[in-house]
């Protein structure tokens, strides 16, 4: 099983895909708020999105599993 973590501490200001999707190696899944700044979330690989482990909203420090790909 492949997962996506956070780089960085912040909130989900917004999920980019949801469970069932494909995604790419070097598409943006999430976008992160951090001190007022928006961060993307890149996959480092592709995959289909088996389970989404965070919401919007959620606070994630940075290394917490964000999306599980299969």
């Known amino acids: 099983m492949k997962q996506i973590q956070t ?3 912040g909130n989900i200001w917004r999920m980019l ?3 069932g999707d494909t995604v790419e190696a070097g598409q ?5 708020e951090s ?3 928006e961060i993307p979330i890149e ?3 592709g995959g289909t999105v088996k ?3 965070k ?3 959620d606070f ?3 290394g917490d599993v964000l999306l599980e790909l299969e």
């Open 7 to 9: 780089n960085m501490a």
């Open 17 to 19: 895909v949801g469970e």
């Open 28 to 32: 943006e899944v999430v976008i992160l």
């Open 35 to 37: 001190m007022k700044m």
């Open 43 to 45: 996959a480092e690989v």
């Open 51 to 53: 389970k989404v482990v």
């Open 55 to 57: 919401q919007e909203g």
């Open 60 to 62: 994630v420090d940075e």
